[in-house]
T-cell receptor
Framework: GQQLNQSPQSMFIQEGEDVSMNCTSS?????WLWYKQDPGEGPVLLIA?????ELTSNGRLTAQFGITRKDSFLNISASIPSDVGIYFC?????????FGTGTRLQVFP | DADVTQTPRNRITKTGKRIMLECSQT?????MYWYRQDPGLGLRLIYY???????NKGEISDGYSVSRQAQAKFSLSLESAIPNQTALYFC??????????FGPGTRLTVL
């Protein structure tokens, strides 16, 4: 089945550092979304992007919809311990979402 | 109260047993989904439904079946569980094609 390539697979950073992760696809998507999964919970939507080139922020999070519509990026600035979790990108394909493989983020104090 | 609930939260069963996972939602959404999460593989779609009479296969439907008993309820069944169905299962709901709201997950272990 189709999945999105997400990188890096995992990250271990120190509190206060900035984080970047990305998601690429061989297919074009009209919508990109970023979700976060806290340990023991279901994924929660962070940011939704609807237009190629769009740059959207949600607090310390900033996401971009790539110009080619085949990629998206998520940046987290000044990381804090509660940023720990798994981050998933997702692209909308007609009436379904295709999810990336996830980036596991660990933040050390 | 949670908008999307899943029962049970944890289940250990044996190979060959029939298992049903339940999902209920109070968001009033028409669309409901079942996903499976495995380490390093992200979320993969098993089945989805856009209303009570609508059932659609996802990318990994083999070995699973679903029932949409009402707008608010969507259950997933494993007719004869096997060890490689050990995974974390998530239900989600949506009122559009993009934003989906997930339940807390069911951790299933098949011995």
């Amino acid at each position: 089945g189709q999945q999105l390539n997400q990188s890096p697979q995992s990250m271990f950073i120190q509190e206060g550092e900035d984080v970047s992760m990305n998601c690429t696809s061989s297919s074009i998507f009209n919508t990109w979304l970023w979700y976060k999964q806290d340990p023991g919970e279901g994924p929660v939507l962070l940011i939704a992007l609807y237009k190629a080139g769009e740059l959207t922020s949600n607090g310390r999070l900033t996401a971009q919809f790539g110009i080619t519509r085949k990629d998206s990026f998520l940046n987290i600035s000044a990381s804090i311990p509660s940023d720990v979790g798994i981050y998933f990108c997702a692209g909308q394909l007609v009436d379904k979402l295709i999810f990336g493989t996830g980036t596991r983020l660990q933040v050390f104090p | 109260d949670a908008d999307v609930t899943q029962t049970p939260r944890n289940r250990i069963t044996k190979t060959g047993k029939r298992i049903m996972l339940e999902c209920s939602q109070t968001k009033g959404h028409d669309r409901m989904y079942w996903y499976r999460q495995d380490p390093g593989l992200g979320l993969r779609l098993i089945y989805y439904s856009f209303d009570v009479k609508d059932i659609n296969k996802g990318e990994i439907s083999d070995g699973y079946s679903v029932s949409r008993q009402a707008q608010a309820k969507f259950s997933l069944s494993l007719e004869s569980a096997i060890p490689n169905q050990t995974a974390l299962y998530f239900c989600a709901t949506s009122d559009s094609a993009d934003t989906q709201y997930f339940g807390p997950g069911t951790r299933l272990t098949v011995l």
